[in-house]
């Protein structure tokens, strides 16, 4: 590729250069330059009927803005505040490395450097509060540094993860080519209000295991467990249709009953609650078990849970990430999943829960779901 072709191709990668670039090539624009050259030297009269006979004999080139993908990802994490989804971004993209994939081009807002030993090509743009920036400069530079960044790596797949869609990251996608997937990346489940931004369509939303690699040591118990070794402890967190099993838990002999905070009301029959922050990496106890439903909260944290848990899946997974996880756990008996709704099957399940041998709800070797699917998609 020339000097001059790829000095063009970065030059059209924000939305002013590309209209800059039909401007300047439009019959208006070179007519009124031809005038102008007339005018500061009038010798070129002489040469008009030439200049025009050339300027209608030369075909207007219709400019292919496309390009072929010759890297695997770009990944961009973008903080309203803080770093949260800077060091997720920065995490998935060492993830996908060291499965074995290449050409990994990550775009956040953490202040910090990324190791030299990973071959990911890094860029930075200040955060949205860090620098007091209007909200219009600061989505301009991160629209004109995205753009530049995906002419430069031409990435296959573009992964966002943050709170929000900025206008910024909307404007820079806009004119990609259709070949070039656009996902969101979120672990809020079910989905937020901040997901209700359309304004993309093309954008890809999709719920993914979260990622938690801070555990509560083994060693510690989690407080809101009972003492006595022959009471069994369920955390329930279901939706009100499903609230009839609470009865049919607490006829369990020996039973205590804690669910999990939510919106909506819980039965009075329930004395304790639980946050869902003290659930995730909880050690295993034994008999404690967890009962959720697929509204739950806790879907995508069911891999860093390491209480034998049950899930009534009433509807099939949107996320293809989350089915796949799902699956994966049910086969390697992590995870029993109710699918029928009868009260007999999941009385039946419920049973199977407390009186199977398994003593782990985790295998020792966690599978990363999103690298692996996204490793399919590439």
């Given at each position: 590729m020339s000097k001059e072709q790829r000095i063009e191709r970065i030059y059209l990668a924000t939305k002013e250069g590309r209209e800059l670039h039909r401007i300047r090539r439009s019959a208006t624009f070179n007519i009124g330059l031809q005038i102008m050259k007339l005018l500061k030297n009038p010798f070129r009269l002489f040469l008009s009927p030439y200049i025009v006979f050339s300027f209608l004999k030369k075909r207007k080139r219709k400019t292919n803005f496309n390009y072929i993908p010759e890297s695997s990802f770009l990944i961009v994490g973008m903080d309203k505040t803080g770093e949260f989804y800077s060091q997720e971004a920065n995490n998935l993209?060492?993830?996908?490395?060291?499965?074995?994939?290449?050409?990994?081009?990550?775009?956040?807002?953490?202040?910090?450097?990324?190791?030299?030993?990973?071959?990911?090509?890094?860029?930075?743009?200040?955060?949205?509060?860090?620098?007091?920036?209007?909200?219009?400069?600061?989505?301009?530079?991160?629209?004109?540094?995205?753009?530049?960044?995906?002419?430069?790596?031409?990435?296959?797949?573009?992964?966002?993860?943050?709170?929000?869609?900025?206008?910024?990251?909307?404007?820079?996608?806009?004119?990609?080519?259709?070949?070039?997937?656009?996902?969101?990346?979120?672990?809020?489940?079910?989905?937020?209000?901040?997901?209700?931004?359309?304004?993309?369509?093309?954008?890809?939303?999709?719920?993914?295991?979260?990622?938690?690699?801070?555990?509560?040591?083994?060693?510690?118990?989690?407080?809101?467990?009972?003492?006595n070794p022959e009471n069994i402890t369920f955390i329930v967190d279901l939706a009100p249709k499903s609230h009839f099993l609470f009865e049919e838990i607490s006829q369990i002999a020996n039973v205590s009953i804690m669910a999990v905070q939510r919106e909506t009301l819980l039965p009075s029959s329930v004395i304790h609650t639980v946050k869902v922050s003290e659930l995730i990496g909880a050690p295993y106890t034994k008999r404690t078990y967890l009962l959720i439903d697929d509204t739950s909260r806790l879907v995508p944290e069911l891999p860093s849970i390491e209480i034998p848990s049950m899930l009534l899946q009433h509807n099939s997974m949107e996320s293809p990430v989350l089915a796949d996880m799902l699956r994966d756990m049910e086969l390697y008996r992590d995870l029993v999943i109710v699918r029928r709704k009868g009260i007999e099957d999941i009385k039946q399940s419920i049973d199977y829960l407390i009186t199977r041998t398994t003593t782990l709800n985790l295998r020792e070797s966690k599978e990363n779901y999103t690298v692996e699917w996204l490793k399919n998609q590439s």
């Amino acid at each position: 590729m020339s000097k001059e072709q790829r000095i063009e191709r970065i030059y059209l990668a924000t939305k002013e250069g590309r209209e800059l670039h039909r401007i300047r090539r439009s019959a208006t624009f070179n007519i009124g330059l031809q005038i102008m050259k007339l005018l500061k030297n009038p010798f070129r009269l002489f040469l008009s009927p030439y200049i025009v006979f050339s300027f209608l004999k030369k075909r207007k080139r219709k400019t292919n803005f496309n390009y072929i993908p010759e890297s695997s990802f770009l990944i961009v994490g973008m903080d309203k505040t803080g770093e949260f989804y800077s060091q997720e971004a920065n995490n998935l993209a060492i993830s996908l490395q060291e499965s074995g994939l290449n050409d990994i081009t990550l775009l956040n807002n953490s202040s910090q450097l990324i190791s030299k030993g990973n071959q990911i090509q890094w860029f930075r743009v200040p955060g949205a509060r860090e620098i007091n920036y209007s909200r219009k400069e600061w989505n301009i530079i991160v629209e004109r540094l995205l753009a530049s960044v995906i002419s430069v790596s031409k990435p296959q797949h573009i992964l966002f993860l943050g709170d929000y869609l900025y206008r910024g990251i909307i404007n820079s996608l806009e004119g990609l080519p259709k070949n070039i997937s656009t996902m969101w990346l979120y672990s809020d489940f079910p989905k937020s209000n901040h997901l209700n931004n359309d304004n993309c369509p093309r954008m890809e939303k999709i719920c993914v295991p979260a990622q938690r690699t801070k555990i509560v040591s083994k060693s510690n118990e989690l407080p809101f467990l009972s003492k006595n070794p022959e009471n069994i402890t369920f955390i329930v967190d279901l939706a009100p249709k499903s609230h009839f099993l609470f009865e049919e838990i607490s006829q369990i002999a020996n039973v205590s009953i804690m669910a999990v905070q939510r919106e909506t009301l819980l039965p009075s029959s329930v004395i304790h609650t639980v946050k869902v922050s003290e659930l995730i990496g909880a050690p295993y106890t034994k008999r404690t078990y967890l009962l959720i439903d697929d509204t739950s909260r806790l879907v995508p944290e069911l891999p860093s849970i390491e209480i034998p848990s049950m899930l009534l899946q009433h509807n099939s997974m949107e996320s293809p990430v989350l089915a796949d996880m799902l699956r994966d756990m049910e086969l390697y008996r992590d995870l029993v999943i109710v699918r029928r709704k009868g009260i007999e099957d999941i009385k039946q399940s419920i049973d199977y829960l407390i009186t199977r041998t398994t003593t782990l709800n985790l295998r020792e070797s966690k599978e990363n779901y999103t690298v692996e699917w996204l490793k399919n998609q590439s």
